[in-house]
Protein backbone atom coordinates (compact mmCIF):
# COMPACT_ATOMS: atom_id res chain seq x y z
CA UNK A 1 0.00 0.00 0.00
CA UNK A 2 1.47 3.41 -1.15
CA UNK A 3 -0.19 6.87 -0.86
CA UNK A 4 0.77 10.05 -2.75
CA UNK A 5 -0.62 12.92 -2.50
CA UNK A 6 -1.04 15.56 -5.40
CA UNK A 7 -2.27 19.60 -5.28
CA UNK A 8 -5.52 17.93 -6.03
CA UNK A 9 -6.32 13.98 -5.67
CA UNK A 10 -5.32 11.14 -2.94
CA UNK A 11 -3.63 8.26 -4.49
CA UNK A 12 -3.63 5.23 -2.51
CA UNK A 13 -2.40 2.00 -4.30
CA UNK A 14 -3.56 -1.23 -3.14
CA UNK A 15 -0.69 -3.48 -3.66
CA UNK A 16 -1.85 -6.83 -5.44
CA UNK A 17 1.16 -7.51 -7.66
CA UNK A 18 0.12 -7.43 -11.10
CA UNK A 19 -3.61 -6.78 -9.68
CA UNK A 20 -2.73 -3.50 -7.97
CA UNK A 21 -5.11 -1.04 -8.94
CA UNK A 22 -5.27 3.25 -7.74
CA UNK A 23 -7.91 4.58 -5.56
CA UNK A 24 -8.42 8.01 -6.57
CA UNK A 25 -9.83 10.58 -3.91
CA UNK A 26 -10.65 13.93 -4.71
CA UNK A 27 -14.03 16.78 -4.74
CA UNK A 28 -15.20 17.06 -8.16
CA UNK A 29 -13.64 13.71 -9.63
CA UNK A 30 -16.42 12.69 -11.56
CA UNK A 31 -16.25 15.26 -13.77
CA UNK A 32 -12.61 14.32 -14.64
CA UNK A 33 -11.54 12.50 -17.72
CA UNK A 34 -10.77 8.69 -16.14
CA UNK A 35 -7.14 8.01 -16.64
CA UNK A 36 -6.39 6.41 -20.06
CA UNK A 37 -4.35 3.33 -18.36
CA UNK A 38 -8.02 2.17 -16.63
CA UNK A 39 -9.58 2.37 -20.68
CA UNK A 40 -6.53 0.77 -22.82
CA UNK A 41 -7.94 -2.16 -24.36
CA UNK A 42 -11.92 -1.59 -23.38
CA UNK A 43 -14.12 -2.32 -25.96
CA UNK A 44 -17.33 -0.38 -24.08
CA UNK A 45 -18.31 0.66 -20.92
CA UNK A 46 -21.53 -0.54 -19.26
CA UNK A 47 -22.28 1.69 -16.42
CA UNK A 48 -24.11 -0.58 -13.61
CA UNK A 49 -26.33 2.16 -11.17
CA UNK A 50 -29.80 2.53 -9.78
CA UNK A 51 -32.82 4.27 -9.90
CA UNK A 52 -31.56 6.94 -7.24
CA UNK A 53 -27.97 7.73 -7.74
CA UNK A 54 -28.17 7.32 -12.28
CA UNK A 55 -30.37 10.88 -12.20
CA UNK A 56 -27.84 12.33 -9.95
CA UNK A 57 -24.40 11.68 -11.50
CA UNK A 58 -24.96 8.96 -14.06
CA UNK A 59 -24.48 11.75 -16.80
CA UNK A 60 -22.13 13.14 -15.73
CA UNK A 61 -19.97 10.32 -15.26
CA UNK A 62 -20.98 8.82 -19.02
CA UNK A 63 -19.58 12.20 -20.49
CA UNK A 64 -16.44 11.50 -19.09
CA UNK A 65 -16.30 8.22 -19.71
CA UNK A 66 -16.89 9.01 -23.60
CA UNK A 67 -14.66 12.02 -23.72
CA UNK A 68 -12.16 8.66 -23.80
CA UNK A 69 -13.63 7.97 -26.98
CA UNK A 70 -15.80 4.97 -25.74
CA UNK A 71 -19.42 4.22 -26.07
CA UNK A 72 -21.24 3.96 -22.58
CA UNK A 73 -24.66 2.00 -21.89
CA UNK A 74 -26.42 2.02 -18.91
CA UNK A 75 -28.64 -0.51 -16.33
CA UNK A 76 -30.30 0.98 -13.91
CA UNK A 77 -31.19 -1.13 -10.83
CA UNK A 78 -33.54 -1.45 -8.39
CA UNK A 79 -32.97 0.53 -5.09
CA UNK A 80 -31.85 -1.05 -2.06
CA UNK A 81 -29.89 -4.11 -0.25
CA UNK A 82 -33.57 -6.08 -0.26
CA UNK A 83 -32.68 -6.11 -4.10
CA UNK A 84 -28.97 -7.55 -3.55
CA UNK A 85 -30.32 -10.70 -4.91
CA UNK A 86 -30.43 -13.21 -8.04
CA UNK A 87 -33.26 -11.40 -9.63
CA UNK A 88 -31.20 -7.83 -10.10
CA UNK A 89 -28.10 -9.49 -10.99
CA UNK A 90 -29.66 -11.54 -13.86
CA UNK A 91 -31.13 -8.50 -15.23
CA UNK A 92 -27.22 -7.53 -15.65
CA UNK A 93 -26.45 -10.26 -17.64
CA UNK A 94 -29.61 -9.85 -19.58
CA UNK A 95 -28.67 -6.89 -20.59
CA UNK A 96 -25.23 -7.18 -20.97
CA UNK A 97 -26.24 -10.43 -23.24
CA UNK A 98 -28.92 -8.63 -25.39
CA UNK A 99 -25.90 -5.74 -26.04
CA UNK A 100 -23.95 -8.73 -27.23
CA UNK A 101 -21.17 -7.26 -24.25
CA UNK A 102 -17.51 -9.19 -24.77
CA UNK A 103 -14.69 -9.98 -22.64
CA UNK A 104 -13.33 -6.28 -23.13
CA UNK A 105 -16.69 -4.59 -22.01
CA UNK A 106 -15.91 -2.78 -18.92
CA UNK A 107 -18.56 -2.85 -16.34
CA UNK A 108 -18.34 0.55 -14.18
CA UNK A 109 -20.06 0.51 -11.14
CA UNK A 110 -22.13 3.73 -9.56
CA UNK A 111 -23.38 3.94 -6.17
CA UNK A 112 -23.12 2.61 -2.98
CA UNK A 113 -22.69 -0.99 -1.52
CA UNK A 114 -25.23 -2.57 -3.09
CA UNK A 115 -24.48 -2.00 -6.69
CA UNK A 116 -21.13 -2.26 -6.07
CA UNK A 117 -21.23 -5.37 -4.60
CA UNK A 118 -23.51 -6.63 -7.35
CA UNK A 119 -21.84 -5.08 -10.09
CA UNK A 120 -18.75 -7.03 -8.60
CA UNK A 121 -20.13 -10.44 -8.73
CA UNK A 122 -21.40 -9.76 -12.14
CA UNK A 123 -17.81 -8.98 -13.58
CA UNK A 124 -16.67 -11.51 -11.63
CA UNK A 125 -18.66 -14.11 -13.73
CA UNK A 126 -20.10 -12.61 -16.86
CA UNK A 127 -17.89 -14.91 -19.53
CA UNK A 128 -15.74 -15.91 -16.55
CA UNK A 129 -14.35 -12.29 -15.27
CA UNK A 130 -14.61 -8.95 -16.87
CA UNK A 131 -12.98 -5.91 -15.92
CA UNK A 132 -14.50 -3.47 -13.89
CA UNK A 133 -14.07 0.11 -11.97
CA UNK A 134 -15.62 1.26 -8.96
CA UNK A 135 -17.44 5.01 -8.20
CA UNK A 136 -18.55 4.76 -4.71
CA UNK A 137 -21.31 7.32 -3.70
CA UNK A 138 -21.83 6.74 -0.13
CA UNK A 139 -19.82 7.23 2.72
CA UNK A 140 -19.60 3.71 3.40
CA UNK A 141 -18.82 2.70 -0.38
CA UNK A 142 -16.01 4.92 -0.28
CA UNK A 143 -14.32 3.77 3.01
CA UNK A 144 -15.06 0.35 2.49
CA UNK A 145 -16.80 -1.74 0.05
CA UNK A 146 -15.55 -0.22 -2.93
CA UNK A 147 -11.91 -1.47 -1.89
CA UNK A 148 -10.84 -5.30 -1.27
CA UNK A 149 -12.74 -7.19 -4.16
CA UNK A 150 -15.01 -8.76 -2.01
CA UNK A 151 -18.51 -8.95 -4.09
CA UNK A 152 -21.69 -10.44 -3.36
CA UNK A 153 -25.91 -10.98 -3.04
CA UNK A 154 -27.69 -11.60 -0.39
CA UNK A 155 -29.42 -15.30 0.17
CA UNK A 156 -32.85 -15.39 2.47
CA UNK A 157 -30.39 -17.46 4.69
CA UNK A 158 -27.96 -15.35 5.08
CA UNK A 159 -26.46 -11.98 4.15
CA UNK A 160 -23.49 -12.58 1.42
CA UNK A 161 -23.56 -16.17 0.96
CA UNK A 162 -22.98 -16.11 -2.38
CA UNK A 163 -20.23 -14.15 -4.30
CA UNK A 164 -16.22 -13.66 -5.21
CA UNK A 165 -13.34 -12.13 -4.29
CA UNK A 166 -12.91 -10.37 -7.91
CA UNK A 167 -10.87 -6.91 -7.73
CA UNK A 168 -11.51 -3.64 -9.58
CA UNK A 169 -9.14 -2.19 -12.27
CA UNK A 170 -9.37 0.94 -10.44
CA UNK A 171 -11.49 3.02 -7.90
CA UNK A 172 -13.03 6.37 -8.19
CA UNK A 173 -13.93 8.56 -5.25
CA UNK A 174 -15.65 11.87 -5.83
CA UNK A 175 -16.23 13.19 -2.06
CA UNK A 176 -18.77 15.78 -3.32
CA UNK A 177 -21.36 13.13 -3.71
CA UNK A 178 -21.67 12.42 -0.08
CA UNK A 179 -23.61 15.96 0.07
CA UNK A 180 -26.29 14.86 -1.81
CA UNK A 181 -26.58 11.51 0.57
CA UNK A 182 -29.48 11.11 3.30
CA UNK A 183 -28.51 11.80 6.73
CA UNK A 184 -29.25 7.92 7.71
CA UNK A 185 -27.29 6.67 5.02
CA UNK A 186 -24.80 8.74 6.00
CA UNK A 187 -24.23 8.24 9.24
CA UNK A 188 -24.37 4.64 8.51
CA UNK A 189 -20.70 5.23 6.82
CA UNK A 190 -19.65 6.33 9.88
CA UNK A 191 -19.33 3.09 11.13
CA UNK A 192 -17.02 1.45 9.51
CA UNK A 193 -15.05 4.96 9.78
CA UNK A 194 -15.24 4.07 13.60
CA UNK A 195 -13.92 0.35 12.72
CA UNK A 196 -10.78 1.25 11.44
CA UNK A 197 -9.99 3.41 14.31
CA UNK A 198 -11.88 1.09 16.72
CA UNK A 199 -10.52 -2.58 15.73
CA UNK A 200 -7.08 -0.96 13.83
CA UNK A 201 -6.17 2.22 14.80
CA UNK A 202 -5.98 3.78 17.95
CA UNK A 203 -4.56 6.93 16.79
CA UNK A 204 -7.24 7.22 13.67
CA UNK A 205 -10.01 6.62 16.66
CA UNK A 206 -8.69 9.63 18.69
CA UNK A 207 -8.86 11.62 15.47
CA UNK A 208 -12.64 10.51 14.66
CA UNK A 209 -13.29 11.64 18.63
CA UNK A 210 -11.74 14.61 18.28
CA UNK A 211 -13.06 15.30 14.46
CA UNK A 212 -16.67 13.80 14.84
CA UNK A 213 -18.28 17.33 14.92
CA UNK A 214 -16.85 18.29 11.73
CA UNK A 215 -17.45 14.64 10.39
CA UNK A 216 -21.34 14.73 11.38
CA UNK A 217 -21.05 18.07 9.74
CA UNK A 218 -19.86 16.87 6.54
CA UNK A 219 -17.13 19.47 6.62
CA UNK A 220 -14.94 18.41 3.23
CA UNK A 221 -11.27 18.53 5.08
CA UNK A 222 -12.39 16.26 7.52
CA UNK A 223 -14.45 13.94 5.66
CA UNK A 224 -11.23 13.66 3.04
CA UNK A 225 -9.10 12.51 5.40
CA UNK A 226 -11.76 9.96 7.20
CA UNK A 227 -11.65 8.84 3.47
CA UNK A 228 -8.05 8.86 3.19
CA UNK A 229 -7.44 6.98 6.00
CA UNK A 230 -9.62 4.51 5.55
CA UNK A 231 -8.61 3.42 2.51
CA UNK A 232 -5.03 3.14 3.65
CA UNK A 233 -6.11 1.01 6.42
CA UNK A 234 -8.19 -1.03 3.92
CA UNK A 235 -6.10 -1.41 1.42
CA UNK A 236 -2.82 -2.32 3.82
CA UNK A 237 -5.22 -5.08 5.28
CA UNK A 238 -6.15 -6.32 2.16
CA UNK A 239 -2.64 -6.62 0.21
CA UNK A 240 -1.71 -8.54 3.46
CA UNK A 241 -4.45 -10.94 3.18
CA UNK A 242 -6.60 -10.66 0.25
CA UNK A 243 -8.41 -13.92 0.92
CA UNK A 244 -8.94 -13.71 4.40
CA UNK A 245 -6.99 -16.66 5.09
CA UNK A 246 -4.09 -15.11 7.69
CA UNK A 247 -4.36 -17.50 10.84
CA UNK A 248 -3.49 -14.48 12.66
CA UNK A 249 -6.79 -12.34 12.06
CA UNK A 250 -5.92 -10.52 8.81
CA UNK A 251 -8.52 -9.42 6.94
CA UNK A 252 -11.08 -11.08 9.09
CA UNK A 253 -10.47 -8.15 11.75
CA UNK A 254 -12.37 -5.79 9.38
CA UNK A 255 -14.85 -7.81 10.33
CA UNK A 256 -15.11 -6.02 13.95
CA UNK A 257 -18.98 -5.73 14.66
CA UNK A 258 -19.96 -7.78 11.60
CA UNK A 259 -20.76 -11.28 12.98
CA UNK A 260 -23.23 -9.42 15.48
CA UNK A 261 -24.15 -6.83 12.67
CA UNK A 262 -25.17 -9.82 9.83
CA UNK A 263 -27.13 -11.66 12.42
CA UNK A 264 -29.00 -8.36 12.96
CA UNK A 265 -29.56 -7.48 9.18
CA UNK A 266 -30.92 -10.99 8.53
CA UNK A 267 -32.82 -11.24 11.25
CA UNK A 268 -34.70 -8.37 10.66
CA UNK A 269 -34.97 -8.62 7.33
CA UNK A 270 -32.31 -7.15 4.55
CA UNK A 271 -33.26 -2.85 4.67
CA UNK A 272 -34.78 -2.93 7.98
CA UNK A 273 -31.69 -2.01 9.43
CA UNK A 274 -29.04 -0.49 6.66
CA UNK A 275 -25.97 -2.24 7.27
CA UNK A 276 -23.09 0.16 8.83
CA UNK A 277 -26.23 1.01 11.52
CA UNK A 278 -26.01 -3.16 12.49
CA UNK A 279 -22.62 -2.69 12.36
CA UNK A 280 -22.58 -0.10 14.93
CA UNK A 281 -24.71 -1.77 17.15
CA UNK A 282 -22.45 -5.15 16.55
CA UNK A 283 -19.43 -3.03 17.11
CA UNK A 284 -21.28 -2.31 20.79
CA UNK A 285 -22.02 -6.05 21.40
CA UNK A 286 -18.44 -6.72 20.47
CA UNK A 287 -16.86 -3.92 22.57
CA UNK A 288 -19.11 -5.09 25.61
CA UNK A 289 -18.56 -8.63 25.19
CA UNK A 290 -14.87 -7.56 25.01
CA UNK A 291 -14.90 -6.12 28.79
CA UNK A 292 -17.06 -8.52 30.06
CA UNK A 293 -13.99 -11.37 29.04
CA UNK A 294 -11.76 -8.65 30.49
CA UNK A 295 -9.93 -7.78 27.52
CA UNK A 296 -10.54 -4.31 27.30
CA UNK A 297 -11.25 -1.94 30.04
CA UNK A 298 -14.92 -0.45 31.08
CA UNK A 299 -13.21 3.09 30.01
CA UNK A 300 -12.18 1.73 26.87
CA UNK A 301 -15.55 0.12 26.24
CA UNK A 302 -17.12 2.98 26.80
CA UNK A 303 -15.10 5.44 24.54
CA UNK A 304 -16.72 3.07 22.00
CA UNK A 305 -20.10 3.17 23.01
CA UNK A 306 -19.54 7.05 23.04
CA UNK A 307 -18.28 7.46 20.07
CA UNK A 308 -20.82 5.54 18.17
CA UNK A 309 -23.76 7.67 19.90
CA UNK A 310 -22.06 10.43 18.81
CA UNK A 311 -22.67 9.34 15.05
CA UNK A 312 -25.67 9.46 16.05
CA UNK A 313 -25.81 4.96 15.71
CA UNK A 314 -27.83 2.82 17.87
CA UNK A 315 -25.17 1.19 20.57
CA UNK A 316 -28.36 -1.09 21.88
CA UNK A 317 -30.02 -4.52 20.37
CA UNK A 318 -32.66 -4.17 18.49
CA UNK A 319 -35.75 -7.37 19.65
CA UNK A 320 -34.53 -10.13 18.45
CA UNK A 321 -34.59 -13.27 20.29
CA UNK A 322 -31.00 -14.71 21.83
CA UNK A 323 -31.26 -17.71 19.99
CA UNK A 324 -32.67 -15.90 16.92
CA UNK A 325 -29.28 -14.21 16.70
CA UNK A 326 -27.22 -16.99 17.59
CA UNK A 327 -28.95 -19.16 15.08
CA UNK A 328 -27.88 -16.45 12.57
CA UNK A 329 -24.45 -15.84 13.50
CA UNK A 330 -23.97 -19.39 13.43
CA UNK A 331 -23.45 -18.98 9.85
CA UNK A 332 -20.99 -16.27 9.68
CA UNK A 333 -18.55 -16.79 7.25
CA UNK A 334 -15.48 -16.88 9.30
CA UNK A 335 -17.16 -19.61 11.86
CA UNK A 336 -14.93 -23.41 11.06
CA UNK A 337 -16.95 -26.66 12.32
CA UNK A 338 -19.59 -25.06 13.90
CA UNK A 339 -17.46 -22.58 16.11
CA UNK A 340 -18.05 -19.43 16.21
CA UNK A 341 -15.49 -16.77 15.28
CA UNK A 342 -15.47 -13.31 17.15
CA UNK A 343 -13.63 -10.07 16.15
CA UNK A 344 -13.33 -8.97 19.73
CA UNK A 345 -11.20 -6.19 20.89
CA UNK A 346 -7.71 -6.76 22.49
CA UNK A 347 -7.43 -2.69 23.47
CA UNK A 348 -8.40 0.21 22.30
CA UNK A 349 -7.29 0.04 18.69
CA UNK A 350 -5.92 -3.80 18.33
CA UNK A 351 -8.40 -6.66 17.53
CA UNK A 352 -8.04 -10.31 17.29
CA UNK A 353 -10.10 -13.23 16.50
CA UNK A 354 -11.60 -15.14 19.31
CA UNK A 355 -12.80 -18.69 19.08
CA UNK A 356 -13.31 -19.67 22.33
CA UNK A 357 -16.73 -17.95 23.99
CA UNK A 358 -19.04 -21.33 23.77
CA UNK A 359 -22.14 -20.90 22.11
CA UNK A 360 -23.76 -21.48 25.56
CA UNK A 361 -22.09 -18.19 26.65
CA UNK A 362 -22.56 -16.24 23.45
CA UNK A 363 -26.49 -16.98 23.90
CA UNK A 364 -26.02 -15.90 27.81
CA UNK A 365 -24.56 -12.75 26.71
CA UNK A 366 -27.09 -12.12 24.22
CA UNK A 367 -29.94 -12.67 26.80
CA UNK A 368 -28.34 -10.31 28.88
CA UNK A 369 -28.39 -7.57 26.16
CA UNK A 370 -31.93 -7.83 25.68
CA UNK A 371 -33.04 -8.11 29.55
P1 LIG B 1 -26.67 1.33 -0.55
O1 LIG B 1 -25.83 0.91 -1.65
O2 LIG B 1 -28.01 0.71 -0.40
O3 LIG B 1 -26.82 2.92 -0.62
C1 LIG B 1 -27.59 3.56 0.34
C2 LIG B 1 -28.71 4.44 -0.26
O4 LIG B 1 -28.14 5.68 -0.67
C3 LIG B 1 -29.37 3.86 -1.47
O5 LIG B 1 -30.72 4.22 -1.47
C4 LIG B 1 -28.64 4.55 -2.60
O6 LIG B 1 -29.37 4.57 -3.80
C5 LIG B 1 -28.46 5.93 -2.04
N1 LIG B 1 -27.34 6.70 -2.56
C6 LIG B 1 -26.12 6.24 -2.89
N2 LIG B 1 -25.31 7.26 -3.17
C7 LIG B 1 -26.02 8.40 -3.02
C8 LIG B 1 -25.72 9.78 -3.13
N3 LIG B 1 -24.49 10.19 -3.39
N4 LIG B 1 -26.71 10.67 -2.92
C9 LIG B 1 -27.97 10.26 -2.58
N5 LIG B 1 -28.30 8.97 -2.42
C10 LIG B 1 -27.34 8.06 -2.63
O7 LIG B 1 -25.93 1.11 0.87
P2 LIG B 1 -24.40 1.24 1.32
O8 LIG B 1 -24.46 1.55 2.74
O9 LIG B 1 -23.61 2.08 0.41
O10 LIG B 1 -23.84 -0.24 1.12
C11 LIG B 1 -24.30 -1.29 1.91
C12 LIG B 1 -23.92 -2.58 1.22
O11 LIG B 1 -22.51 -2.68 1.13
C13 LIG B 1 -24.40 -3.81 1.95
O12 LIG B 1 -24.99 -4.69 1.05
C14 LIG B 1 -23.12 -4.41 2.50
O13 LIG B 1 -23.18 -5.80 2.64
C15 LIG B 1 -22.12 -3.99 1.49
N6 LIG B 1 -20.75 -3.93 1.98
C16 LIG B 1 -19.80 -4.55 1.24
C17 LIG B 1 -18.48 -4.50 1.63
C18 LIG B 1 -17.42 -5.12 0.78
O14 LIG B 1 -16.29 -5.21 1.22
N7 LIG B 1 -17.75 -5.52 -0.43
C19 LIG B 1 -18.13 -3.79 2.79
C20 LIG B 1 -19.12 -3.16 3.52
C21 LIG B 1 -20.44 -3.24 3.09
N1 LIG C 1 -15.65 -5.21 4.64
C1 LIG C 1 -14.77 -6.24 5.06
C2 LIG C 1 -13.79 -6.67 4.03
O1 LIG C 1 -13.73 -6.11 2.97
O2 LIG C 1 -13.04 -7.56 4.26
Not at 342 to 354: A, K, Q
Request: with cysteine; proline share 3%.
Amino acid sequence: MSTENSERIARVKVELGHRSYLIDISAGLLSQPIPSSVLEGVSKVVLISNKVVFPLYGERLCASIAAGGLSVESVVLPDGESHKDWHTLNLIFDALLTSASDRKTLLVALGGGVVGDIAGFAAATYQRGIAFVQVPTTLLAQVDSSVGGKTAINHPLGKNMVGAFYQPKYVLIDTDVLQSLPDREFKAGLAEVIKYGAALDVKFFEWIEGNIDALNQRTPAALAYAIRRSCEIKAGVVADDEFESSKEGGRALLNFGHTFGHAIETALGYGAWLHGEAVACGMAMAARLSAELGRISTADMQRVLDLIKRAGLVAELPPIAADTMLAHMSRDKKNEAGTIKLILLSTLGVSCIDATVSREALLAFLRRQRA
